[in-house]
């Protein structure tokens, strides 16, 4: 019971999720680092 085309979909759907996340995470890293300096 081996589903690698579902399996890559997912892994692919995760890593534009944590690509997403981390864009996210970066903008308000350099927001808030302009509100600091």
């Known amino acids: 019971m081996k589903h690698p085309l579902i399996l890559h979909e ?8 944590f690509s997403e996340w981390l864009q996210d ?12 300096t």
């Open 25 to 36: 995470q970066t903008k308000k890293f350099v927001v808030y680092n302009q509100i600091i």
């Open 10 to 17: 997912i892994r692919g759907f995760y890593q534009f999720m």
